[in-house]
Every structure is written in C-alpha cells, then in structure tokens.
C-alpha cells in the first residue's frame, strides 16, 4: 500500500481526552486501534481535488473561480452582525453537485451549509473548526444522527466546474479532511462538532467573487433536498438583473441531487421533484421561481433545456411568507395544496422560535400596514414609521420596534393607535407579537 493511502488515529486534546481524529500519516501506525475514519488521500497532486480535462463542461452561465473574490469577506461581516440567521455560501458551492452520481442527504446538506458558515467567518482558515451542536439541534433528534450526517459529508465530495490552466475543467473535491466523533456521545447541547475541511474546499469559498445568502430559519424549515437546492440557487440569483437560469436536463438532475437513473422520464421528473421543489419553495422563501414551457427547448417530442425564472415577492405575498415561516409545521403541506386542516388532536406545547431578523420585521410591518389601513389608521402616519427589528421585553413578551421620522408621529401613534396596532400584530402572529415600541429620531444640537 503506498504511503498516501496510509491512515491511523491521532488522539487530540481539545476539549476531550476520548476523542479521536483520523488524519493521513506517512509512517504506519504500529499498535494504534483501528481509525473510525478513513482519511483520503489523493494517489497524485493534492488538497483532495482531482482534475479532469475532459469532463462535462456543464452550462456556461454557472459561476467560474475568480482568485482574490469577496465572499470571505460577507461571509464574516455577516456572522458577526447576525450569527447563525443568515449563511453565507460561495456561488461555486452552491451550483456543484455530488460526485459519482451520489447524493448528501438533507441533514447532511443543512449541517454542511452551517459548517461552510462557520468557516466563513473566520476567512476560511484551515484549522480545526467547532460547530456547537443546539445550531443543528432543530433537524437531529439524537446525537447519532447527527454525527452521521457528519460523516456522510466526510465521505463525500463534490463537482465544481470551472478554469483550471486556461482550460474549462472538471474539478472533483473532497470536502472534509477530518473530523472527530467522540466515543462517549453525550446527548447535551453543550458539546461541539470539531471537523476540518480539505484545502481545495477551503480554496474555493476564498476565491469566490459570488455568494447566496440564506436565511437559517428558512432553510431549516424546508423538507425535501430538490426544494433546498433550488432554494439555494433562489437566493443566488433572484436579487440579479437577470435572474433567469437556463440548464439541459442532465445539469438540471445533477444541481438537484435527483438520484441516478431515477426519473428518467422528464414527465415524472417534473412532478415527483421539480414541481413540488418549486411549490415548497415559493412557500417559504423571499421569492418566487417558475419553469415555464414556453421557454423549454424542444428536439422533436425531447425537452433538452429549461428555463427557471426568479422573481422577488411583492409586498404583500412577502408578508404572507413571513406569517407562513412562523406557523407551525403541522399542516404547512395542506396549506400549500389549499387544502383545510383538519387536526385531530392540539399541537404539542413547541418552545417559542428564535427572534425574527429585520428582513422579517419589514415583511411583517408590510402586512401590518395593510390591515391597519383598513382600521381607519392614517396612511401618512404609517409611511412614516419603519420597522427596526423585533426584540424581547424584561417580561419575556415580543415587541416589534418602529422608528418614527419624526418625534410628532411617534407622540400621535402612542397616543391615538398604539392599542390597534397592538392588536393587530397580536392577530398576525398567533399572539407571538403583542407589543409595539416607537423610537424617536435624536434630536440635533442646539448651535451656541
């Protein structure tokens, strides 16, 4: 067996003296126990990328790799402004596609998109990263689960099309060089997941010049891996000028992990996982995507190409996401299909979900506006409040903070129609909203 593909356990005292890591070695381990993890080793070059010449050159609208790109730095200014609400991750990333024809899973997928987050926020350093555990705690029931969706990403690797050379190519990356699995899974939030990711992924997101910005609590809301892909791709595109993306069906099946051999039939593709991403999708993100047939290019009776169109919600529709986002679960399908609920039993007691960004803050004051001018509340009045963010009281209610332009609006919106308001985001949010505070611009210095 040649050195590279060599592997033993390195025991690593961070945080835990049972913990163990495998890592490629150069020397045979002599009396180590058996790794958990196999390392990989390229058999030539290295960083775990392999690059093939020939391969599929894929569309040419997708992202390239730009050295010196921005990425790194959105990815953490915005952790340090918001943590864990919104994820950075490289155009590159998000448009490549497991090798092999194999597919992550959906936990795997979320995990990897909060890793590639937590790694951005520190310039995508190599280093041995930890990810506390309550960020992924929502989608794993049991620490089992989630150090399988971990070592699914281990095991994996994805293709990125793009230059290499002067040359299009075919780059073939492994994601993760090692991680640690603890012997003692403890099930407290408390503990860490400590992974480390291979140079050519780290690479990648640095050289980035394009990025999506994904919300957290959106994305760990979607149920199905098509709608997270095409979510995905959603957040990349639909703020551009031209936010259409044409791809052949081939390129199609591959960005959205749709097994090999299954669904063969365009037919039965679209709606067993296009038509369903696409409904799911436009329930819950800031925008809307269609595939419409009259841009499918057509060879006789064969679809060769797609088109899927992005468009940004109204104000209105962007409201109702946001009132959707924060309804339970339970029923959330039903709703989609306009179907009625019928619940046989009440929903079990859920802890209160984590405060709302500011991007949810304006959807819901849109949607409070609207219902409040129907309640004889003067538009001017309202067009001069704008929402700042939604914040807890020192009695554990939920306010939503309104600046005012002017010190006046406030004064005449706490005098005469703070209880309707009130009332109403009480109304919009299930009882989750029952407060309302008016801050006023800081008056300007007198000149002596």
């Keep these: 067996m040649p050195p590279s593909r060599r592997k033993a356990a390195v025991a690593i005292d961070d945080g835990g ?22 390392p990989y080793s390229p058999a030539f070059g290295d960083s775990g990328v392999v ?3 020939e391969g599929n050159s894929g569309p040419d609208n997708l992202p390239a790799l730009d050295p010196g790109g921005h990425t790194a730095r959105v990815a953490a200014a915005t952790f340090e402004r918001d943590g864990y609400k919104h994820l950075i991750k490289a155009a590159e990333a998000v448009y490549s596609y497991p090798a092999n024809g194999s597919r992550l899973s959906l936990p795997a997928q979320k995990m990897l998109n909060f890793m590639i987050h937590l790694a951005g926020s520190q310039n995508f350093a190599n280093k041995l990263y930890r990810l506390p555990k309550k960020v992924v705690r929502g989608n794993h029931k049991g620490n089992e689960r989630i150090f399988d969706a971990v070592k699914e990403i281990y095991e994996s690797s994805l293709v990125v099309i793009g230059p290499f050379r002067g040359r299009r190519s075919r780059a073939e990356l492994r994601i993760l060089s090692s991680y640690v699995r603890p012997e003692d899974e403890v099930e407290i939030d408390s503990a860490d997941i400590h992974f480390q990711f291979t140079d ?26 098509y709608a997270l892909k095409l979510y995905e791709i959603g957040m990349q595109r639909y703020q551009m000028d031209h936010p259409s993306l044409t791809l052949d069906i081939e390129t199609l099946r591959k960005l959205m992990n749709v ?3 299954a669904y063969k039939d365009f037919g039965i593709l679209r709606t067993r996982t296009i038509d369903r991403a696409m ?8 925008f809307r995507v269609d595939m419409p047939e009259e841009k499918f290019k057509r060879k006789g009776r064969k679809i060769e190409e797609v088109t899927l169109d992005f468009h940004a919600k109204e104000e209105e529709e962007a409201a109702e996401t ?29 802890p209160p979900p984590p405060l709302p960004d500011a991007d949810d803050a304006e959807a ?7 219902a409040l001018g129907s309640r004889n509340v003067p538009g001017p009045l309202l067009r001069d409040l704008e929402a700042v963010g939604i914040e807890e009281t020192a009695r554990g ?30 109304s919009l949010t299930s009882g989750s909203i029952t407060e309302v505070e008016f801050q006023v611009p800081a008056s300007k210095p007198r000149k002596g």
């Excluded at 957290?216 to 891996?225: E, L």
């Excluded at 819901?364 to 609207?370: E, T, Y």
């Excluded at 939920?398 to 985001?425: I, P, Q, S, W």
């Design 279 to 286: 409904a799911e999708v436009n329930q819950l993100a800031p």
């Design 200 to 225: 050519a992924f780290l690479e990648l997101q640095r050289s980035s010049q394009l990025w999506a910005r994904l919300s957290g609590p959106a994305m760990v809301k979607v149920t199905s891996t």
């Design 364 to 370: 819901l004051w849109a949607a409070a506006r609207h």
């Design 17 to 38: 003296a049972d913990d163990q890591i495998a890592k490629p070695t150069t020397g045979r381990a002599k009396g180590a126990a058996a790794a958990e993890i196999i």
């Design 259 to 261: 097994p090999e051999g």
């Design 397 to 426: 209610a939920r306010k939503l903070v309104l600046r005012a332009a002017h010190a006046v609006t406030a004064d005449t919106a706490r005098r005469g129609h703070e209880a309707t308001m009130r009332l109403v985001l009480s």
């Design 322 to 350: 946001f009132l959707e986002r924060e309804r339970h679960a339970a029923g959330r399908k039903a709703r989609r299909l306009g179907n009625v609920e019928k619940l046989e039993a009440p929903a079990p007691a859920v």
């Design 51 to 53: 690059i093939d010449m």
